[in-house]
């Protein structure tokens, strides 16, 4: 399973970008898809997740200015971010909770995609 996630970019603040993460290979299911970053010097947190039932899950941070979906038939999950501040830079991580065609379990992270947000 490969996940390609592309989007990040340069925004002063208060402006907007989306992400996109695009699943491929040996998919069962996909369980679960998400968002994580990590700012420099910082761990990595969660940005927010979405089940293959569409129920989602946001950090306090991003509640109310970004919104996650994804798109079933194409196997990708999106992040669109609004309202965005410095304090959202870091490299974006797309991730995916899959089942494969053997019904192996596993967790895949995409390359990341870096989001900056300065004036």
């Known amino acids: 399973v490969q996940l390609q996630a592309s989007g990040g970019g340069l925004v002063q603040p208060g402006g907007s970008l989306r992400l996109s993460c695009a699943a491929s290979g040996s998919i069962f299911n996909l369980i679960n898809m998400g968002w994580y970053r990590q700012a420099p010097g910082k761990q990595r947190e969660l940005v927010a997740t979405i089940t293959s039932s569409s129920n989602t899950v946001y950090a306090d941070s991003v509640k109310g200015r970004f919104t996650i979906s994804r798109d079933n038939a194409k196997n990708t999950v999106y992040l669109q971010m609004n309202s965005l501040r410095p304090e959202d830079t870091a490299v974006y991580y797309c991730?995916?909770?899959?089942?494969?065609?053997?019904?192996?379990?596993?967790?895949?992270w995409g390359q990341g995609t870096l989001v900056t947000v300065s004036s």
């Open positions: 991730h995916a909770a899959v089942t494969d065609r053997t019904l192996r379990f596993g967790n895949y």
